[in-house]
């Protein structure tokens, strides 16, 4: 498994895929903040201890936690627990705006609809004029 940032996450012992993503998308956020892991840990009242193991995925993040990791870092909590980088950087840029939502359900439900077959002339003489 790849990490956000392209690199090969550490193993913690006992670490499973799903806490080896979280935490290193935290710890990314956190960098990208240029926020230290004592720095946020000081932030949420919590030790640093903890956000480390939370960030090597030596332990899960319970729910609560990660939506105060979300807030403290300006963060969508949904954009911790996305595959990939460009899901979570599309998931932050929608959050919170009903606009850009509805914008992109838009788009993609203009996706899911089939291409035409052959294209109909007004199609192949608007594509020829450019």
């Known amino acids: 498994m790849t ?11 006992g670490a499973n895929e799903v806490d080896l993503l979280v935490g290193s998308r935290i710890a990314d956020a956190r960098r990208s903040s240029g926020l230290s892991v ?12 903890t956000l480390n193991n939370y ?5 899960p993040v ?12 300006h963060q969508p909590p949904a954009a911790f627990l996305v595959a990939t980088p460009e899901e ?9 705006d009903i606009e850009k939502c509805l914008q992109i359900r838009l788009v993609l439900a203009a996706l899911d609809e089939p291409l035409p077959e052959e294209p109909t002339e007004e199609l192949q003489s608007k594509s020829c004029q450019r």
Do not use: K, Y
Not at 3 to 13: E, K, L, V
Not at 38 to 49: D, F, V, Y
Not at 62 to 73: H, K, S
């Open 62 to 73: 319970p729910l609560d936690r990660l939506f105060a990791i979300a807030e403290a870092l």
């Open 38 to 49: 004592r720095e946020l840990a000081r932030a949420l009242g919590w030790p640093p201890s």
């Open 88 to 96: 979570a950087e599309v998931i932050t840029a929608i959050a919170g």
């Open 3 to 13: 990490a956000p940032n392209g690199a090969s996450p550490t193993r913690a012992a």
């Open 55 to 59: 960030e090597t995925g030596r332990r």
